[in-house]
Antibody
Framework: EVQLVETGGGLIQPGGSLRLSCAAS????????MGWVRQAPGKGLEWVSL???????YYADSVKGRFTISRDNSENTLYLEMNSLRAEDTAVYYC????????????WGQGTMVTVSS | DIQMTQSPSSLSASVGDRVTITCRAS??????LNWYQQKSGKAPKLLIY???SLQSGVPSRFSGSGSGTEFSLTISDLQPEDSATYYC?????????FGQGTKLEIK
């Protein structure tokens, strides 16, 4: 079964760091574009970051310079390293897959909640 | 940066109705436009990709059209389970920006 499972969310103080993980099963993450999308409580979807199968990375302006997307091919896992966290980063973070033929997020994880608060 | 603007922000319709949601891009994005449905507390679900292609498993009452800067999602023969928030999303130039969403209520 094709599946994505996010872990690593939690409560973190402003200025802190957190690493989210997204374990994939049923497919190989390095063969697809993979991305992160977040949703603040009661708000809409916000694209955060994307990594190409070739390794190129892209970020929304709101997280550029603070967040880093990466993957571990041996673990078949996608990561999002988040530094200098702010209250406005509080959200449910989803990882999702992008097949080249669709150029759209077709498989999503269940999401992991990140709360930035003192 | 290209902005995605959806209208309306919310709408209410009855079972069996046909509704259309519009998405406008601030610059030309060819047909790099996708539509998602999100139900409360759930992850989004892909409905339409490349402006008009129906994702596998999605009912045919969902359809998409448009290119350039103006796009639309049409839902025909509304069903109770179509109550959700709908988002457009661009996928051009490696920036996957979403619209602000349209909340659809079924009366």
């Amino acid at each position: 079964e094709v599946q994505l499972v996010e872990t690593g969310g939690g409560l973190i103080q402003p200025g802190g760091s957190l690493r989210l993980s997204c374990a994939a099963s049923g497919f190989t993450v390095s063969s697809f574009y993979m991305g992160w999308v977040r949703q603040a409580p009661g708000k809409g979807l916000e694209w955060v970051s994307l990594i190409y199968s070739g390794g190129s990375t892209y970020y929304a302006d709101s997280v550029k310079g603070r967040f880093t997307i990466s993957r571990d091919n041996s673990e078949n896992t996608l990561y999002l390293e988040m530094n200098s966290l702010r209250a406005e980063d509080t959200a449910v973070y989803y990882c999702a897959r992008v097949p080249l033929v669709l150029d759209a997020f077709d498989i999503w994880g269940q999401g992991t909640m990140v709360t930035v608060s003192s | 940066d290209i902005q995605m603007t959806q209208s309306p922000s919310s709408l209410s319709a009855s079972v069996g109705d046909r509704v259309t949601i519009t998405c406008r891009a601030s610059q030309m994005i060819n047909k790099y436009l996708n539509w998602y449905q999100q139900k409360s507390g759930k992850a989004p679900k892909l409905l339409i990709y490349a402006a008009s292609s129906l994702q596998s498993g999605v009912p045919s009452r969902f359809s998409g059209s448009g290119s350039g800067t103006e796009f639309s999602l049409t839902i025909s023969d509304l069903q109770p389970e179509d109550s959700a928030t709908y988002y457009c999303q661009r996928s051009s130039s490696s920036l996957y920006t979403f619209g602000q969403g349209t909340k659809l209520e079924i009366k």
